[in-house]
């Protein structure tokens, strides 16, 4: 499948729309010819933007390298911290130029989308600094070092098309369904949808069209060009011979509806860079299968091939000793060279020695030996001949065995190309955070930059402020409190203080304490100043202590998904599983490792797809230990 012109207006306005002051927080190579984007923004979840040789979209899924993409090392250190400034195309050609730009710096990567297709990542003078393939045609030369050349423009508009453009169609003998798609720039799909809906058979000759005919296919085509470029879609999947995806409704069998264009995408293209890597994963064992296959091929010729000499060598003695049955004595007799001929053999010398041929095989002999003793040195060497046989069917069977593990590692090869759907973050997922008892959230810093983004970007007036009687320690939020009893109070500045450094140094009996939202100041009055993360508190603290230092790790259900977090001990209570912990004794990322063996024995399918280091980054700063683990008040089975 390849992207229309249309198809791809659409795309660059709606990835420029969702993508706008997201910056580049990582790029991943997938295959020699693709490129994911990772774009991160402070309030909003994450983007996989897929950047490929045939297509252009965001993805719900992360794939694992395939092959190596020689352009990856010099993205990552031309646009890593790089917003990206504009997405656009010019008309609806196959090209899509994503500027991206850091303080003073602008780079350009460009997507050709057509033929073979090509990745080019050029400066702000569009000078050409690194690209997949060098490009030497007619019209245009593209090298590392050179100035960017589009390819020559189709001068004709589609987004802006009149009815009197169509008026040509009847001055030419092409086909009509041939003249749309290649005047209009739109695959075959389009343009026989075009010709369908307007009751224009698509093979009639244009000049034979009538004004009627004419102005149905431009008002058919506007309207299609319009839906698919405007995002007024009927998307739907086509699985044919091949796998297609159509952003408007197209008349044909097989279609399965989706729920939009983007999505439709993802499936189709990622179902492709699968197969590719399929057959990446699978290249490497099908070569040593090649070779496996061709080696018992030979080792079983050469069982055929030993088996015939040694059989022709025995014949060859049998047929001496009926000589000799029948009174012939030596070598010499006449008998015994015509009977050497009908069996394909003779006696030839070289350097002085003589020797029996039988076919190719050479067998030393004494010419002057009775004919039995010559039998015997004949028969002797079939024997051997068939001794080698044995070895070779050893052989056969050592290389069917390596066929058959060769065979199996490449099926499974094959099966292992690797991705994870990404899950949708939500916004609090970036701090900490957990629900309280009453249902509300209660979400607090990592560090100084969270403690103030929580503090600047997300405190409403509705939310209660908790801060620990301690340095070093985060803020909490307890969001839209209306229903929040004291119990979510307790909860939340019981995590108050066990996240601050208090679990490093164990410090029991702390205190925290919670205000309104009017009473925390995010400026210093004139004179003063405050460490980064750090607010002025005004008027009356409401004092919670808090008597012992115990955290739960818990996955929670939430909303048809599920959630890692770590809170206060009650979450035990409402949860899948859940590990309490305390402080003092082993490394965060050994604790991490166990919670999550016990978690994973416990509930496979729902813990296996957090990674350990997720489990490292919920967890408090500083060694802990387990002292209780289990199913939750919400367990699954």
Known sequence: MQLAGIELRYLVDDIGKRIEDYYVSNIYGITKNSLLFKFHHPKKPDILLMLSTFGIWMTKVKIEQIEPNKLLRRLRSDLLRFKLKEIK????????????????????????????????????????????????????????????????????????????????????PTPVAKWVGKTLGLPRKYAEE?????????????????????????????????????????????????????PVSIKGENCEKISNFMDGLDIVFTESILSKGKTVQGGSFDKKISELETKLDEQTKAVKTVTEKSQSIADVANSLLEALSQGTSTMDDPKIISLLKNKNSEIVKEKGISYIKINDAKIKVNLNSSLPTIASTLFNESKKQKSAISSIEKLIKK?????????????SAKKTVSFTEVKKKNWFERYRWFYTTDGVLAVGGRDSSSNSAIIRKHLEKNDKVFH???????????????????????????????????????????????????QVK?????????????????????FVKISTLKLCVAIIEREGSYLLTCGPPSLKNNCVCYAIIEPEGSDMADVAKKIRFEFVSTNEDIAKSFSVDEYVRIMPAGPSRVIESGLGGNKRK
């Open 522 to 542: 995010k400026a210093a009055p004139s004179g003063q100043s405050m460490a980064k993360g750090s607010f002025m508190i005004e008027g009356q603290r409401n």
């Open 399 to 411: 290389t069917q065995r390596d066929l058959e593990k060769m065979i199996e590692k490449g099926e």
């Open 89 to 172: 195309q010019v008309g609806t050609e196959r090209i899509v130029y994503l500027t991206f730009s850091y303080f003073d710096k602008e780079f350009v990567v460009i997507a050709e989308l057509f033929g073979d297709g090509n990745i080019i990542i050029c400066n702000s003078e569009m000078k050409i600094l690194a690209l997949l393939h060098s490009v030497d045609v007619r019209h245009r030369q593209l090298r590392v070092g050179s100035q960017y050349i589009p390819p020559p423009q189709n001068n004709f508009d589609v987004l802006s098309m009149t009815e009197k453009d169509f008026e040509d169609i009847q001055s030419t």
């Open 468 to 518: 620990a009687e301690i340095s070093g320690s985060p803020f909490f939020l307890l969001k839209n409190n209306d229903t929040a009893t004291s119990v979510s109070f307790t909860e939340v500045a019981h995590a108050t203080v066990c996240f601050s450094k208090v679990w490093r140094e164990p410090m029991y009996g702390s205190s925290a304490y919670w205000v309104n939202p009017e």
């Open 194 to 246: 075009i010709t369908r809906l307007a009751k224009v058979e698509s093979k009639k000759k244009g000049e034979e069209t009538t004004n009627e005919e004419v102005k149905q296919l431009f008002n058919f085509a506007t309207q299609i060009i319009n839906d698919v470029v405007s995002g007024k879609h009927d998307p739907e999947i086509v699985r044919n011979d091949e796998i297609d995806v159509n």
